[in-house]
């Protein structure tokens, strides 16, 4: 995924210089590096919005009450909701995710994959705001229902992330389970295992990297995703820790969109919110950058 | 005995868990259509919306493929372009690898630190406002990556031959790019683009902070004015329309937004279909 085999046909022709050729190249180069100037862009402009409220250290990062009619800007609850909400959803993708991509790589009949396989497609596509409405009508009544408090709360996020980042862990396991050489599993098999034993012991030791990759990259986006997860958590106005997960929360994602509608442009809660914007940029880019190491770590491994 | 046991239910577990997901996606499908069919009618499609409780979606519905068009007319031709640098000119070198990486980076950057880059960068720092211009131009730099992507797995399966006969030929190799390498890669290019307009004509975020608040009752009349979208107004309904009007109307406008983006796939789907039966033929 992140380095990919070039096909290169200079090696066979070497046409003649022309300048027309020259500057065709030179263009579709100048394209190319657009996707490099919109991600500086997006850096300079999100850390220099935010810079204001970054500057106020400790009284940002370590506060404990987000309260912007009093200027306090503390982060701490809002950060360890979207941890709590974001390892909640993937501790459920997990384990509906990974049995069903062990299912599709060495089970399903093709019947079977005709029809799982589309359907976890279309669930990635599924507008968020409609899962998220989807959850608002139905989960968060069945949860008041059923288990008391306000029915927008932990759970509700957890479920309704989960049914988001589920298609990634799926297909992105099932990619490294196939991966695993054919020959391991015929040895195995030839020694008289079974498939079951052959899966356990062989086959997802060695996807274990592939695996692993997918729930990394599935937690990235659980914790970015917006709309759906802000339906469903209640969104109090002061946000605290939550201590029971039907306690309402907030994320670092759904303070942004539900603020931003009323903040006054220049004031230190815009720049704060920016500065949210800024926390959430680097930790789902610290989770991009361990996903990338640990499949370069795998591919190391089993060449 | 016990073993063959074990391994049935084993398999009986999995295909249950498996099918989960084929479950979640018919609930969620099937309880929009019921609740949303009831409040779909000629006048909900043809009207503009009045407060929460009264008229249609037809500016949203309208808005939202406005949006969809400037974000398409900025990420595609850029797309395609990048794609056809990174396929065929790129050289091996560090240069290359850093715009790959950056192109995964962009891809990686969550959709609502895309939308408060919008809001700072193009509403104003440029100056244009919260307008269908500058949240179609935030939607582009959402998908553009993807459009990168799938262009260039399209153009790296078109056959090393087709290429090489085209050059033996004496034929340059921007003439062979256009006329041989693209003309055989664009249904996959289309298909990229088709998914990428699904992703865009659903995404809120985005466009919640850069193109309008999504009851605006009129149509735009430039790229300057404020724009309509649905899925904004399916979220302005959902949250702060509380009567059983609204919610009729947020379950009538999430139905349309969901079939835009079934249609959408569906005809992704049947073209990528048809497409890997021609280059299978092809070889």
């Known amino acids: ?303 | 005995m016990r073993i063959e046991t074990e391994e049935k239910l084993v398999k009986a577990g999995l295909s249950a868990t498996a099918l989960i997901s084929v479950i979640v996606l018919f609930i969620v499908v099937g309880y929009i259509l019921i609740n949303g069919i009831g409040a779909i009618s000629p006048e909900f499609l043809r009207e503009a919306p009045y407060r929460f409780e009264y008229g249609g979606v037809f500016p949203q519905i309208i808005g939202s493929l406005c949006l969809v068009g400037v974000c398409l007319l900025f990420a595609v031709p850029l797309g395609i372009a990048s794609a056809i640098y990174l396929a065929e000119y790129a050289p091996d070198n560090a240069i290359t690898s850093t715009v790959r990486f950056f192109v995964e980076c962009l891809a990686g950057v969550p959709s609502i630190v895309i939308g408060l880059f919008g809001l700072a960068f193009l509403v104003y720092y440029l100056g244009i406002g919260v307008s269908m211009l500058s949240g179609g131009l935030a939607l582009g730099f959402m998908i553009l990556p993807w459009t990168v992507r799938a262009s260039e797995e399209a153009i790296k399966t078109v056959p090393q031959a087709y290429r090489e006969a085209s050059l033996a030929l004496g034929v340059t190799k921007w003439k062979t790019i256009r006329h041989v390498v693209l003309k055989s890669a664009y249904p996959g290019i289309i298909t990229g683009i088709l998914l990428g307009m699904g992703k865009a004509i659903g995404e809120t975020a985005v466009v919640l902070l850069t193109a309008g608040s999504g009851l605006e009752s009129f149509l735009p009349r430039s790229l300057f004015d404020p724009v309509a979208s649905l899925p904004v107004y399916v979220y302005m309904l959902a949250t702060q329309g509380h009567t059983p009007g609204a919610l009729s109307r947020a379950f009538g406008a999430s139905l349309v937004l969901i079939m835009l983006f079934l249609a959408l796939s569906v005809f992704a789907l049947i073209l990528r279909n048809r497409y890997v039966k021609k280059m299978d033929g092809g070889r």
């Open chain 1, 1 to 303: 995924m992140c380095a990919q085999e070039q096909i290169r046909n200079e090696k066979f022709v070497k046409p003649r210089w022309s300048a027309v050729e020259w500057i065709i190249e030179k263009v579709l180069f100048a394209c190319a590096l657009s996707s490099i100037l919109i991600v500086l862009f997006i850096v300079i402009f999100i850390f220099q919005e935010g810079f204001p409220a970054l500057l106020l250290g400790t009284r940002f990062f370590f506060g404990m009450t987000w309260w912007p009619s009093h200027d306090l800007f503390g982060i701490v609850p809002t950060v360890v909701s979207t941890f709590i909400v974001g390892i909640g959803a993937l501790g459920i993708a997990a384990l509906i995710g990974i049995p069903t991509a062990i299912y599709l790589a060495e089970f399903a009949p093709e019947w079977m994959r005709n029809i799982i396989k589309p359907s976890v497609e279309m669930l990635v596509g599924i507008p968020s705001i409609v899962l998220g409405f989807f959850g608002l009508m139905v989960l968060v009544v069945a949860i008041r229902d059923n288990l008391g408090g306000y029915g927008e709360c932990i759970l509700a996020g957890w479920l309704i992330l989960a049914v988001m980042t589920l298609p990634h862990v799926i297909s992105i396991s099932e990619d490294s389970i196939r991966a695993v050489p054919r020959t391991y599993k015929e040895a195995s098999l030839g020694l008289g295992a079974t498939q079951l034993q052959t899966i356990r012991k062989v086959i997802l030791p060695h996807a274990k990297s592939g695996i692993l990759a997918s729930l990394v990259l599935g937690m990235g986006n659980a914790i970015g995703e917006t709309m759906a997860v802000l339906m469903v958590i209640g969104n109090p106005n002061i946000p605290g820790i939550p201590t029971s997960v039907l306690d309402s929360v907030r994320v670092l994602t759904s303070t942004i969109v539900i603020e931003h509608a009323y903040v006054d442009w220049g004031s230190m809660h815009q720049h704060a919110l920016f500065a949210l914007g800024a926390v959430l940029f680097v930790i789902v880019a610290i989770l991009n950058l361990l996903t990338c190491a640990v499949i370069r770590k795998g591919m190391r491994k089993t060449t």
